[in-house]
């Protein structure tokens, strides 16, 4: 079974920053997509960031300027480098993965991807 963990989270001030990490425990090169989901409390899971395998990203508008999504197939990691953090990007950050399914209509869309980690809680202060 194919697992992703997640690592990085943690509290920093608001304006500090942060790198979230994912890793696969098998080899991401055939992956199409890959992302960054976030869910604060009582709202709905949303898309961060999305990589396709040739590095064509997708943001969200309200990260723009801010996070920079990347991958290394070889190493078989996903990460999120975030700056200028803001209370608003409290959450718990979700790794993703479309491991079958084809190219997503939808690449920030959580319905678009199969395969999930198990989050990592970022927290941003003022």
């Known amino acids: 079974q194919i697992q992703l963990v997640e690592s990085g989270g943690g509290s920093v001030q608001s304006g500090g920053s942060l790198r979230l990490s994912c890793a696969a425990s098998?080899?991401?090169?055939?992956?199409?997509?890959m992302a960054w989901f976030r869910q604060a409390s009582g709202k709905e899971r949303e898309g961060v960031a999305a990589?396709?395998?040739?590095?064509?990203?997708n943001y969200a508008d309200s990260v723009k300027d801010r996070f920079t999504i990347s991958r290394d197939n070889a190493k078989s990691t996903l990460s999120l480098q975030m700056n200028s953090l803001r209370p608003e990007d409290t959450a718990m950050y979700y790794c993703?993965?479309?491991?079958?399914?084809?190219?997503?209509?939808?690449?920030?869309?959580?319905?678009?991807?199969?395969?999930w980690g198990q989050g990592t809680q970022v927290t941003v202060s003022s």
């Open positions: 993703a993965a479309n491991t079958a399914w084809g190219i997503p209509r939808l690449p920030l869309s959580p319905s678009s991807y199969d395969t």
């Open positions: 098998t080899y991401t090169g055939t992956w199409i997509y």
């Open positions: 990589i396709d395998l040739r590095g064509t990203t």
